[in-house]
């Protein structure tokens, strides 16, 4: 692992695609990471109006990248290990600046420098993620294009982060390039000071990994800190990990078993209240595996629950078929979730009522009685109360 101090100009002028694998979360910063980003910037941006010393270093935080093969004709790809939230966000950021710069024809010089630091113009025309400097997750893909190749709609889907982010600091350049005074020729400072500020002042740790370095680890244990990790995060991080070590096509089964899972908004509002509030996603993860192990599993242990399940089948179930039973359960979670007492199938009445009762122990027991309505009732239902048998000891 070796430790490199680099200013984001040099970090983006580099022969570089910075790829976001597809096996991470999608983009997620909001204002109360935005905000932060912007003070620091112009705070660096002032402190050069305000005295003729250069300013000294403003580290913005680490990155964790590993180099990645590719083809002979195409860009260097290293992939992002830790830091893709501030590296989607540093592109974004000199892309509204620069467009502000640019509207200005005052200020529209001090655009030029930053233009180099947002694609790679050599690229091969076959290489479409090589024209990027920073490549992302597969379902944030579309939006960050159309954020980097523009124009940006003046008001876009609130969902549409990438396209928020860039007006938040389009809108937050041209209030501080304007800010105290009409003059030109002070506008015109701003402007240089802004984006000197981004090139030259701001600063990363970049840590670069060896291909043998276990990028999976070093992946859990930075991620303890910074913007949380769920239980789903990091279960999706190491199911396709480890589809990609097996040599399975990881990028298909992303799309058939786990894309909708990012993507569909049924799975992200939380279930339960106060302290005990989880996304859906996470709490239907811990009903799956407590229907794959047979055993009760607290919120709390879920990831490491899953990573020892995943050791004890170990030979015997490949991460393809992880993937395929947990979407397979997740139409049946999908039912109960849904479940109304006006319902024609018993089992779904009584998934709304014990939603109803709080008496959450019991739905993995309905997850199997529903899984699979052609096997064998009384073979099920035995099942089933042996299941929640052991998990009333075990909660007792």
Same mark, same amino acid.
């Given at each position: 692992?070796?430790?490199?101090?680099?200013?984001?100009?040099?970090?983006?002028? +580099?022969?570089?695609?910075?790829?976001?694998?597809?096996?991470?979360?999608?983009?997620?910063?909001?204002?109360? #990471?935005?905000?932060?980003?912007?003070?620091?910037?112009?705070?660096?941006?002032?402190?050069?109006?305000?005295?003729? *010393?250069?300013?000294? +270093?403003?580290?913005?935080?680490?990155?964790?990248?590993?180099?990645?093969?590719?083809?002979?004709?195409?860009?260097? #790809?290293?992939?992002?290990? %830790?830091?893709?939230?501030?590296?989607? /966000?540093?592109?974004?950021?000199?892309?509204?600046?620069?467009?502000?710069?640019?509207?200005?024809?005052?200020?529209?010089?001090?655009?030029?420098?930053?233009?180099?630091? @947002?694609?790679?113009?050599?690229?091969? *025309?076959?290489?479409?993620?090589?024209?990027? *400097?920073?490549?992302?997750?597969?379902?944030?893909?579309?939006?960050?294009?159309?954020?980097? %190749?523009?124009?940006?709609?003046?008001?876009?889907?609130?969902?549409?982060?990438?396209?928020?982010?860039?007006?938040?600091?389009?809108?937050? /350049?041209?209030?501080?390039? =304007?800010?105290?005074?009409?003059?030109?020729?002070?506008?015109?400072?701003?402007?240089? =000071? @802004?984006?000197?500020?981004?090139?030259?002042?701001?600063?990363?740790?970049?840590?670069?990994?060896?291909?043998?370095?276990?990028?999976?680890?070093?992946?859990?244990?930075? $991620?303890?800190?910074?913007?949380?990790? /769920?239980?789903?995060?990091?279960?999706?991080?190491?199911?396709?990990?480890?589809?990609?070590?097996?040599?399975?096509?990881?990028?298909?089964?992303?799309?058939?078993?786990?894309?909708?899972?990012?993507?569909?908004?049924?799975?992200?509002?939380?279930?339960? =209240?106060?302290?005990?509030?989880?996304?859906?996603?996470?709490?239907?993860?811990?009903?799956?595996?407590?229907? @794959?192990?047979?055993?009760?599993?607290?919120?709390?242990?879920?990831?490491?629950?899953?990573?020892?399940?995943?050791?004890? /089948?170990?030979?015997?179930?490949? =991460?393809?078929?992880?993937?395929? $039973?947990? $979407?397979?359960?997740?139409?049946?979670?999908?039912?109960?979730?849904?479940?109304?007492?006006?319902?024609?199938?018993?089992?779904?009445?009584?998934?709304?009522?014990?939603?109803?009762?709080?008496?959450?122990?019991?739905?993995?027991?309905?997850?199997?009685?529903?899984?699979?309505?052609? *096997?064998?009732?009384?073979?099920?239902?035995?099942?089933?109360?042996?299941?929640?048998?052991?998990?009333?000891?075990?909660?007792?």
């Amino acid at each position: 692992m070796q430790p490199e101090y680099v200013s984001v100009g040099d970090l983006f002028s +580099r022969e570089s695609v910075f790829v976001v694998p597809l096996f991470q979360r999608p983009y997620v910063w909001g204002d109360e #990471r935005w905000e932060p980003l912007w003070e620091d910037v112009v705070g660096v941006a002032e402190g050069m109006l305000a005295s003729d *010393k250069a300013p000294g +270093r403003h580290f913005l935080g680490s990155i964790v990248v590993q180099q990645r093969p590719n083809g002979v004709t195409q860009v260097p #790809r290293r992939e992002v290990i %830790d830091g893709q939230q501030r590296l989607t /966000t540093l592109q974004i950021l000199l892309k509204a600046v620069a467009d502000a710069l640019e509207a200005d024809l005052v200020t529209a010089d001090s655009a030029l420098p930053l233009t180099p630091l @947002l694609r790679h113009p050599f690229a091969a *025309k076959a290489d479409v993620e090589g024209y990027y *400097k920073v490549w992302p997750t597969n379902v944030d893909r579309a939006r960050f294009r159309n954020v980097m %190749d523009g124009p940006v709609s003046a008001k876009p889907v609130p969902e549409d982060r990438f396209a928020n982010a860039y007006l938040f600091f389009r809108d937050a /350049t041209h209030k501080w390039l =304007a800010l105290g005074s009409d003059d030109p020729e002070i506008r015109s400072g701003r402007g240089e =000071a @802004l984006a000197r500020a981004l090139r030259q002042h701001l600063w990363l740790i970049a840590l670069n990994l060896a291909e043998d370095d276990q990028a999976q680890v070093i992946f859990e244990s930075l $991620n303890a800190r910074g913007t949380q990790l /769920t239980p789903s995060d990091l279960i999706k991080n190491i199911l396709l990990r480890r589809a990609q070590e097996e040599g399975a096509p990881t990028a298909a089964l992303y799309e058939k078993y786990w894309r909708s899972f990012d993507e569909d908004p049924f799975w992200r509002p939380n279930v339960g =209240a106060g302290y005990t509030a989880r996304p859906r996603l996470d709490f239907f993860l811990q009903q799956a595996l407590t229907v @794959l192990t047979g055993k009760p599993i607290p919120m709390s242990h879920v990831y490491d629950s899953f990573v020892d399940h995943l050791s004890e /089948t170990k030979g015997r179930s490949s =991460a393809a078929e992880h993937l395929k $039973n947990i $979407n397979d359960l997740s139409s049946t979670a999908r039912r109960i979730f849904l479940a109304e007492e006006s319902d024609s199938d018993r089992a779904l009445v009584a998934a709304a009522r014990i939603r109803a009762m709080d008496f959450l122990t019991a739905l993995p027991v309905l997850m199997l009685l529903l899984a699979d309505p052609y *096997k064998d009732r009384e073979d099920v239902i035995t099942r089933a109360c042996r299941q929640f048998s052991q998990i009333s000891a075990a909660t007792r």
